[in-house]
């Protein structure tokens, strides 16, 4: 079963940065393209990032492009997301979820990690 | 990028069906076979309940089905039940990055 785990959240203040982390031990995310989703508190969910099985396709919700990378390392069954001059609308919780196969777009989802920017 | 439009929320009683809404644009919901539909309890994260506009996991009750007309999709609750009441969100791949989601809908089971 697919257990996605995040981690790196944590309070941090306007202007910082914090990387996140996400991996699972049991399913290899090799072939498999990723993404971020985001959920404010009381609010929706919001796509942030996509990024495919090779990392040679990567994208980025206009609301991030060029303060947030996406990257990962297959050998180390593991997703990032390095996020630079945070602000407090980035206040969130942080999902990974994975595409699966056969048009099952985001079709597991780890528990979250809570970004808070505050100052 | 803008998000997918839902209703706020939509009620019914036990035993009833109820349907959510979900449009978007050519670019999105109406040029793709690939919608989306997630439900949420509080404090968990997101399940996908529907893809592909129609495709239930396994694991997922028949109770739920899907569909799409032009650029709306919708999520259809069938006998409907207490453990039903939760959010639902849609998602499509999109001309423009590769996802958008809905604002969500909160279902109340009367």
Do not use: H
């Amino acid at each position: 079963e697919v257990q996605l785990v995040e981690s790196g959240g944590g309070l941090v203040k306007p202007g910082g940065s914090l990387r996140l982390s996400c991996s699972d031990s049991e399913f290899s995310f090799s072939p498999y393209s990723m993404n971020w989703v985001r959920q404010a508190p009381g609010k929706g969910l919001e796509w942030v990032s996509f990024i495919s099985s090779s990392s040679n396709v990567i994208y980025y919700a206009d609301s991030v492009k060029g303060r947030f990378t996406i990257s990962r390392d297959n050998a180390k069954n593991s997703l990032y997301l390095e996020m630079n001059s945070l602000r407090a609308e980035d206040t969130a919780l942080y999902y990974c979820a994975r595409d699966g196969s056969g048009y099952r777009l985001l079709d597991s989802w780890g528990q979250g990690t809570q970004v808070t920017v505050s100052s | 990028q803008s998000a997918l439009t839902q209703p706020a929320s939509v009620s019914g009683s036990p035993g009833q069906s109820i349907t959510i809404s979900c449009t978007g644009t050519s670019s999105d919901v109406g040029g793709y076979e690939l919608v989306s539909w997630f439900q949420q309890f509080p404090g968990k994260a997101p399940k996908l309940l529907i893809y592909a506009v129609s495709n239930r996991p396994s694991g997922v009750s028949n109770r739920f089905s899907g569909s799409k007309s032009d650029n709306t999709a919708s999520l259809t609750i069938s006998g409907l039940q207490a453990e039903d009441e939760a959010d639902y969100y849609c998602s499509s791949y999109t001309d423009a990055t590769t996802r958008v989601f809905g604002g969500g809908t909160k279902v109340t089971v009367l």
